[in-house]
């Protein structure tokens, strides 16, 4: 059952990423300290800067014993935080300052902070359910493909125009016209074998970003699997086609992208190395590609009166 206020009294940690987003960092600084200053419990304020690591400060939150441990930042620095709280007895708090914020969107947090931090203070908690692809944790969607190529683009942009979802939607367009490398893969979804060429495999696991776009699949991820999108290869302009579609809510399952659900899904590729984005973050992997949901693995603070993802 949902635990009503479940951050009052409690001790809690902030981590806090300044660097997400477009926020004023030293603003919501102050705000966050101010905040903490009313928190009935122990408290503490961890920033993130040059040189520090959001999951060795996630650990060192976790041993110093403080209970309730809030994410401040984008989807990246939620999903570290998520990684090392899932499994415990340990509560997130979420403090969406990100460009996106589809974890937060999805379970009802507003992006204001000062109406997220009221969740946090007035919530109540709800289990849920976190995908792993080796191992490593994502909240909303892991991929390999075009997608990681994206993000690689998307770093340029920012450092150039800023953060922000325009510039965002730019860097899809600029990273799908260079990109001239489709995956030859052998997906097994749950024991079922396919082969397949395409572009892009996208793992979704966030009902909210997909209804956002528009597309088939919300239900897979609402009845416990995930939702993988295999795109259909069509060169270069086929993926702007499809990054237009998408932008317009207009691509389609079945003419655009197959549509796969399921709960436990392997990719193989021809390459032994392939980069993969993680909830906006990218690194590299050793395939197979071992994609895995954990149900109800993490416990977070949610609006009251919500059922959580």
């Not at 600084?29 to 905040?35: D, K, P, T, V, Y």
Request: glycine share 12%.
């Amino acid at each position: 059952m949902p635990d009503v206020n479940a951050a009052a009294g409690r001790d809690l940690c902030v981590i806090f990423n300044p660097g997400a987003g477009a926020e004023d960092g030293a603003q919501t600084r102050a705000s966050l300290e101010e905040w903490l200053r009313d928190h009935p419990g122990r408290s503490n304020l961890k920033q993130i800067g040059e040189g520090s690591d959001i999951v060795e400060e996630t650990r060192r939150a976790m041993d110093e014993g403080y209970g309730t441990i809030v994410a401040a930042g984008g989807d990246g620095t939620i999903c570290a935080v998520a990684s090392q709280l899932k499994g415990t007895d340990h509560v997130m708090g979420v403090l969406p300052l990100g460009t996106f914020n589809y974890f937060a969107r999805g379970l009802g947090i507003p992006e204001a902070p000062d109406e997220a931090m009221a969740v946090i203070r007035g919530g109540q908690t709800a289990p849920v359910s976190v995908g792993e692809v080796n191992g490593r944790t994502f909240l909303n969607n892991a991929s390999l493909g075009a997608y990681p190529a994206i993000l690689d683009q998307r770093e340029g942009v920012y450092r150039r125009w800023g953060r922000s979802r325009i510039a965002a939607y730019w860097s899809v367009i600029v990273a799908l016209v260079n990109f001239t490398n489709p995956l030859t893969m052998r997906i097994v979804v749950d024991g079922e074998v396919r082969r397949m060429r395409s572009p892009l495999a996208f793992v979704a696991n966030s009902a909210y970003q997909l209804e956002q776009f528009e597309l088939e699949g919300a239900d897979h991820v609402r009845n416990g699997r995930f939702a993988l999108y295999v795109a259909a290869d069509h060169g270069r302009l086929g993926l702007v086609r499809h990054a237009l579609m998408l932008a317009n809510r207009s691509m389609q399952v079945g003419r655009d992208v197959e549509l796969i659900g399921g709960r436990d899904i392997v990719i193989e590729t021809r390459r032994s190395k392939n980069l993969i984005a993680r909830d906006g973050e990218k690194e590299v992997m050793t395939a197979p590609l071992h994609f895995q949901l954990r149900r109800d693995a993490l416990t977070v603070i949610v609006p009251a009166g919500d059922g959580g993802a």
